[in-house]
């Protein structure tokens, strides 16, 4: 081997061991794309790889394994996910095929490289039957292909044995993406009147607070320990959909438009939806000492993002 080629090898050896490299999948979502605005404007010891299906499909198996072998990934942050819950409905393969086949992807190859995996999954893994705020104990009993497929993905990461974490989390919204809040508000200026579901009680998720969350536990997993586990997320507090509603309206200071409210089974969306899936929120809160933004408050900050 010639001198500067070792170097160079030798270069990029111990800039690998250095390193911390992050492969972010499903960036250009209302997560992913929170994640990356967060980390532009952070000085954080990690190199994030902000990928997206183009980049790096989860599906194919080799091209997951070759990322982060040749990357020296040390976390993945799982963004990527089959979101359009009607549409699954129909559409089964690919919701499983996206949030359960491609976490088995992940997991093996984040096991075969010592990665760790921080997974993003949901309150729609419960039936809503719960009278108290769902415990990450709690059995989960999926109502929706959706529901089922994203359940399918928890089972794999786990089955799979290394270290990871599951954090689910419920409503979520962003200025990013398709979401409640934006639809809520260009609706909300185009009608003079909407019927939205009252019968539905959950958590509002700010995905810019669940990003922050998931760096906090980067950043905690360097400073302390790694602490593999189902985690709930949400912001604080709990609300139905209309009362999601009126508050958006409210906070946005749109009067012309006037809110109905309607039961789940008037409304007939096509896929089944838990009728309560408040989660509680302690265990994420002690096991890496954080505090969680109420949902009024955080909507107020993502309403003032969007104004500019
Ligand atoms: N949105 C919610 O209300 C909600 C509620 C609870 C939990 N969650 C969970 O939170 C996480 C983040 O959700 P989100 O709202 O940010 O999702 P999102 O906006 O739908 O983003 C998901 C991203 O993953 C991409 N993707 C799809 N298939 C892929 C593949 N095969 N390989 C790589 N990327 C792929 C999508 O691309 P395309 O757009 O091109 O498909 C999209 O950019 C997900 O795990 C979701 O299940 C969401």
């Known amino acids: 081997m010639g001198g500067t080629e070792k170097e160079a090898r030798q270069a990029q050896f111990f800039y690998g061991l250095v390193q911390k490299n992050v492969l972010v999948t499903g960036a250009n979502g209302q997560l992913g794309s929170e994640l990356r605005k967060l980390t532009d ?21 080799e091209q997951v394994a070759g990322f982060v072998k040749e990357y020296r990934i040390l976390y993945i942050i799982n963004c990527a996910a089959y979101t359009a819950v009607d549409r699954a409905e129909t559409d089964a393969e690919t919701a499983f095929a996206i949030n359960g086949k491609a976490v088995e992807n992940i997991a093996a190859a984040a096991k075969r490289e010592e990665a760790k995996v921080i997974h993003i999954s949901t309150d729609f893994v419960f039936d809503g039957h719960s009278e108290i ?19 399918e993905g928890e089972k794999a990461l786990q089955a799979a044995g290394g270290e990871w974490i599951i954090i689910r989390t419920s409503w979520l919204y962003s200025e990013y993406g398709n979401n409640f809040v934006k639809t809520m508000l260009r609706l909300m200026r185009e009608r003079e ?4 579901v009252d019968d539905q009680r959950g958590g509002p998720t700010y995905a ?8 906090h536990i980067l950043r905690f997993s360097e400073e302390n320990e790694w602490k593999t586990g189902i985690y709930h997320f949400s912001n604080r507090g709990e609300t139905t959909w209309f009362d999601f509603a009126a508050e958006i309206g409210r906070q946005a200071g749109i009067d012309r438009c006037t809110l109905h409210p309607v039961k789940t089974d008037e409304y007939g969306a096509p896929a089944p939806r838990p009728a309560y899936s408040v989660m509680n929120l302690s265990k994420i809160c002690a096991a890496f000492h954080v505090e969680i933004p109420e949902w009024k ?12």
């Open 41 to 61: 404007r952070m000085n954080l010891p990690f190199r994030f790889l902000y990928t997206d299906v183009d980049d790096l499909d989860i599906t194919d198996r």
């Open 133 to 151: 705020p769902c415990t990450e104990e709690m059995i989960p009993h999926p109502l929706s292909v959706y529901g089922k497929s994203k359940l």
């Open 193 to 196: 009147r909407l019927t939205i």
């Open 208 to 215: 810019a607070d669940l990003a922050e969350m998931i760096i």
């Open 297 to 308: 408050e955080a909507l107020a900050r993502c309403l003032g993002k969007m104004r500019g």
